[in-house]
């Protein structure tokens, strides 16, 4: 069974850092392109950041660069989302996910995918004073 188990989530004030991690089993991260989006209460399902199975580039959405990165451990088979400065707007339900096909993110979080996938369930992500 392909599976991703998320991590990390929580409480953060403005300004705030916060780690998300999310181990693979039943597959190898680095057979996949990868990526992090989130879903905002009332809003659409957007790109955070992605990374192709080839690395070690990255592509992060506008209004995130500088604050987030994501990698990946190949040694753990689990991938990270830093996120530094965080924001009220960064409040969201963040998802992990692998893809077998082609992945694109484009700057303003839009993105597409191609082949099957593999979801994580989901870590909440609240920045509150």
């Known amino acids: 069974q392909l599976q991703l188990v998320e991590s990390g989530g929580g409480l953060v004030q403005p300004g705030g850092s916060l780690t998300l991690s999310c181990e693979a089993s039943?597959?190898?991260?680095?057979?996949?392109?990868i990526g992090w989006f989130r879903q905002a209460s009332g809003k659409e399902r957007e790109g955070v950041a992605a990374?192709?199975?080839?690395?070690?580039?990255?592509t992060v959405a506008n209004g995130m660069k500088g604050r987030f990165t994501i990698s990946r451990d190949d040694a753990r088979n689990t991938m990270h989302l830093q996120m530094t400065s965080l924001e009220f707007e960064d409040t969201a339900v963040y998802y992990c996910?692998?893809?077998?096909?082609?992945?694109?993110?484009?700057?303003?979080?839009?993105?597409?995918?191609?082949?099957?996938?593999?979801w994580g369930r989901g870590s909440q992500v609240t920045v509150s004073s």
């Open positions: 996910a692998a893809f077998t096909g082609r992945l694109l993110l484009s700057s303003n979080g839009n993105y597409y995918y191609e082949g099957n996938d593999v």
């Open positions: 039943g597959f190898t991260l680095t057979h996949y392109n």
């Open positions: 990374m192709l199975s080839t690395g070690p580039d990255t």
